[in-house]
């Protein structure tokens, strides 16, 4: 890193199509140091994901590059080799690689944020893999090892969560010189969500009274749709009170998944179907706004770095019941109740138990605004981050005036 005391940090989002790492990348940009810092901040990002960011700062440059979307060896020789370029050319003090997979060898100091817990996960790899295609085994087992490299390659290794970091450790070993966990922000916690409002919108198929239930996510097998659905009908089998999904995780959407004809025959089955509404995809403000029309967000997913729906849903005063993950606990701590994983039955039990139960949906309400404003800042984030970022290191990039262009494929 050169001896300057401000930093030209190239930021490799090159990957972030969807879901939490477009959240990641765009809370971040929001939140980095303003010119006066004298920072300068190059990211690379795919070219949806570019148009969608608006009202950036002067000091962060976007370079379009569509090689998220290409096949794996061309992605890897662009992050080896063509991203290296990059690097020199623009003089660059600093690479923070935000998705997963670094650069090795890489000539100046490189921040890897690791969010994909999948290529570490026991329980992923015990229930999942071993129902997919051979091609999809060795490409999972590929990425696993490009996984490890980038972590024993890159000099700090970043993880939303200690829970990650953990079960990152137990495949990677990583000295607590290198290891940074840090935890993300939340829009809400900011101000962003308000709340919900003592009256509530129903959907129109709900009769009163009606307990309506949020998931907000992207569908995969991880996920754990299945349980929750599952639990619909032994939630609305008997007693007044009736109980309505509103999802984003559609099984349809994700035919890849191993999961989805399972989780699609549950979803179109008639004791499910008529309990059920898929609403997504949605933006991030019309995300935000289920929020306002919900009673209680479930959680059941298996495997998390981090979980935004819950911090998310903690800042907008909302119950949470989610599965009983190390992760889920050090997300939500009081401000959940929690059931066993793939237990369909307790997570009935807990859904019901917390939709009769007024004060603990209001103590669980008070304590997740209380931990999304005080654990889960944006702003501290950034700062925890740039001060890894600027710590030394005999790394220098070579020199190359070569003028900016952009970034290929090849």
Known sequence: MSGRSTMKIV??????????????????????????SGHEF?????????EAQKNLAPN?????SPVGSAGLWKRIWWSQVTLRSFLKRQ?????????????????????????NLLYVSDIYQRMFLPRHRLRKKINFRLRRRLLRWSAQAADVV?????????????????????????????????????????????????????????FPSLYAEHKNLGTL????????????????LRTTAAP????????????????????VAPRVEFIGPLGREQTLETYRHADILVFPSLVESFGYPMVEAMAAGLPIVASDTATNREIC?????????????????????????????????????????????????????????????????????AAPKPLSCR
Request: proline share 9%.
């Open 11 to 36: 930021i490799n989002a090159a990957s972030a199509k969807m879901g939490g790492a477009v959240t990641y990348l765009t809370n971040l940009l929001r939140h980095v140091p303003p010119p006066e």
């Open 42 to 50: 190059l990211v690379l990002l795919p070219p949806g994901t570019a």
């Open 60 to 64: 962060i440059k976007l370079f379009p």
């Open 91 to 115: 003089r660059a003090d600093v690479l923070f690689s935000s998705a997963n997979f670094g650069m090795f060898f890489c000539p100046i100091r490189q921040v890897l944020l690791i969010q």
């Open 158 to 214: 970043m993880t939303p969560t200690e829970a990650a970091m953990e079960a990152l450790r137990h495949y990677v070993e990583l000295p607590a010189s290198k290891a940074l966990a840090n935890p993300y922000g939340v829009s809400g916690a900011d101000g962003g969500l308000d709340g919900p409002p003592e009256k509530r919108e129903r959907p129109r198929s709900c009769e009163e009274p009606t307990v309506v239930l949020l």
């Open 229 to 244: 659905l599952k639990a619909l009908p032994l939630l609305n089998g008997s007693g007044r009170r009736k109980f309505f």
């Open 252 to 271: 349809n959407w994700m035919n890849w998944a191993v999961t989805f004809k399972d989780d699609l025959a549950l979803a179109q089955s008639p004791d």
């Open 333 to 401: 701590a009081e401000a959940a109740v929690y059931f066993r994983p793939i237990s369909p039955e307790d997570l009935a039990h807990q859904i019901r138990q917390l939709a009769a139960d007024d004060s603990l949906q209001a103590k669980l309400g008070a304590a997740g605004r209380e931990r999304a404003a005080t654990h889960f800042r944006w702003e501290e984030h950034v700062r925890r981050l740039l001060a890894r970022v600027g710590a030394p290191s005999p790394k220098v990039v070579a020199s190359d005036r």
